[in-house]
């Protein structure tokens, strides 16, 4: 109450430990923490790579999911850098390609023409007793497989008569 005008109006609960919520002031807040999330991700791949502002607004004008297309950017962000990701969306605009597999395909072209290989992202726990080692085994034995079998019996024609 404010003097005589009533402000809200909730219900009251005089139990011990007793939370009532209220679904719409629920709901407003789930929407208000979507909102951030969704902006601070936004902010975040327009200061990595300034031409992601024109991106988005021609990736809308498509109609692509702008979601989808976050999360790809983000994703390629996080195991490229942000001068490759710029760089990619540049090539992209150029291109009138708004969209997330144009700005892969930049990034697998400039990844291939520098000779390295593509970054794999790996999230490792923060426990120094992790350790990894992946040792790379000789592929020559895999060779067998692609050769023709050399086994002279033929199989049985199930309509042939005995």
């Known amino acids: 109450m404010d003097g005589l005008d009533t402000i809200a109006d909730h219900p ?11 679904p719409g002031h629920i709901e407003a807040l789930v929407a208000h923490k979507r909102a951030g999330r969704e902006h601070r991700a ?22 692509v999911h702008l979601g989808v297309l976050t999360r790809g950017l983000l994703q390629i962000l ?3 850098g942000a001068d490759a990701l710029a ?4 090539a992209a605009l150029v291109e009138n390609a708004a969209h997330l597999s144009a700005v892969r395909h930049f990034i697998d072209q400039h990844t291939a023409a520098g000779g390295a290989p593509p970054p794999i992202a790996v999230t490792l726990p923060k426990d120094p007793r992790v350790h990894v080692t992946v040792r790379a085994h000789d592929l020559r034995e895999y060779e067998q ?3 023709e079998s050399t086994d002279d019996h033929e199989p049985a024609d199930p309509t042939a008569e005995a």
């Open 87 to 90: 760089q990619a969306i540049d």
């Open 78 to 80: 996080d195991t490229h």
């Open 42 to 63: 936004l902010d975040r791949l327009h200061h990595a790579a300034p031409g992601s502002k024109r991106f988005y607004k021609l990736a809308a004008e498509h109609g």
């Open 12 to 22: 009251r609960s005089f139990d011990r430990g007793e939370q009532i919520e209220v």
């Open 145 to 147: 497989l692609n050769q």
